[in-house]
Each structure stands twice: as C-alpha cells, then as structure tokens.
C-alpha cells in the first residue's frame, strides 16, 4: 500500500492529452515539492518533473506538472507511442521522515 | 555529466547480507547532494530505502531501519548498502540515485541491478 494514490492505468489515443493524479496528505504533498518519473519497459526511472511543475534539460513541454493543496497531476498533450510508460510521482514526507512515492501508473497510447 | 552506476551480486541466500556499491562519476560525492537507494520488486511500485549525506548521517526508510546500513567511501567516490537477514521479500531492482534535499527530486539514476534472494 502506497502512501501516495494513483490510478494504476490511463490510455487515450495517439495525439491527446491524459493527466495521472497522485493523492496524498498534509504531511507529504500538502507542504512538499513533488516530482515526477518516467519509467519505460526495462529501464530506470527518469525525472520527468521537479518541484512540482520544473522540467528538467530535454523533457519536452508536452509534459507538465501542477499541485495543488494535498494533491498533485502530470499532465501530457500530443501523446506519442513512445509515452507508453509507468509514471510515478514522489515527495518527502514529515511523519515517516522519508521520501514517498506512489503506486505506479501504466499510461497506454491506443 | 553525472553517472550512477550500481554493482553487486545478483543472488543471494536467504538469511544473508545484501552488499552492493553505487559508483558516481562526473560529481563529487562529497557536495551537497543526498546519494539515495531505492528499490523496486519486479512488476511493483518503488521503496525509498536511505540515503547518505556529505559524507555522513545516514538516514533510512523506518520500515527496514534495523537491517539497512548505508556507508561512504569518499576517496573512491562511492557510497554501499548492507541489507542483513534478508528474505525472498527483498528481491528487487535496486537503484542508486542522487538526491537534491528540499527539492526532494531524484537525478540522475543508476541503471539498477536486480538481487534475488534464493537459496
């Protein structure tokens, strides 16, 4: 059982836009930076947002990220094939004193 | 360019130590990054299992607390987890990564390094 909730699937057709929501609390999300990773089949994670809606070097704008109160959502517009991916996202939590993520969510492109 | 490379064995008996080495290139381990262990069990979600900070204090995850050790070896510019008593429960990916504290974000990660627990 996750601290942070996600959906564990979403799809939509190539070319439009999903979001993945994760769900946490006060201790974590509500006073936290969330980030966000993309995990393709057989390969480590790679941040795909920091600190809540930051990309990093060579993530395109299609992706995006926003919060809000206990709550934070990932956003991607103009899907592509290679978007197919498990999407986690991640944040420190004061009552464990530790870093939390939540369920994994498996994004496929129809 | 900073690179995160795990290694270890792959097997290892039930009842014994878990031993695996991150090797950093390209940054010091010494700044002020939090150089992390995080784990995965194949076709499940991430475990956030500790980190070491400049050098010292290292910190982990309350649920495997007692068994984890986390150490530094700053003249070879890596850092080691020591995983004891461990069963099948512990087979996973294991990642090495860095750490920004506060930003609490993971980048870059090691490419990882699956341990089966198995007699």
């Known amino acids: 059982q996750s601290v942070l909730t996600q959906p564990p699937s979403v799809s939509a057709a190539p070319g439009q836009k999903v979001t993945i929501s994760c769900s946490g609390s006060?201790?974590?999300?509500?006073?936290?930076?969330v980030s966000w990773y993309q995990q393709l089949s057989g390969t480590a994670p790679k941040l795909l947002i920091y600190?809540?809606?930051e990309r990093p070097s060579g993530i395109p704008d299609r992706f995006s990220g926003s919060k809000s109160g206990t709550s934070a959502t990932l956003g991607i517009t103009g899907l592509q094939t290679g978007d197919e991916a498990d999407y986690y996202c991640?944040?420190?939590?004061?009552?464990?004193?530790?870093?939390?993520f939540g369920g994994g969510t498996k994004l496929t492109v129809l | 360019q900073v690179q995160l490379q795990e290694s270890g064995p792959g097997l290892v008996k039930p009842s014994e130590t878990l031993s695996l080495t991150c090797t950093v290139s390209?940054?010091?381990?010494?700044?002020?990054?939090?150089w992390d262990w995080i784990r995965q069990p194949p076709g499940k979600g991430l475990e956030w299992i500790g980190n070491?900070?400049?050098?010292?204090?290292?910190y982990c995850n309350p649920s495997l607390r007692s068994r984890v050790t986390i150490s530094v070896d700053a003249s070879k510019n890596q850092f080691s987890l020591r995983l004891n008593s461990v069963t099948a429960a512990d087979t996973a990916f294991y990642y090495c990564?860095?750490?920004?504290?506060?930003?609490?974000?993971?980048?870059?990660w090691g490419q990882g390094t699956l341990v089966t627990v198995s007699s």
């Open positions: 990564a860095r750490r920004l504290p506060g930003g609490d974000w993971f980048d870059p």
């Open positions: 390209g940054y010091s381990i010494s700044s002020d990054y939090s």
């Open positions: 070491i900070f400049r050098g010292a204090n290292p």
């Open positions: 006060s201790s974590n999300i509500g006073s936290h930076y």
């Open positions: 600190e809540n809606n």
């Open positions: 991640g944040t420190w939590d004061s009552s464990l004193s530790g870093v939390v």
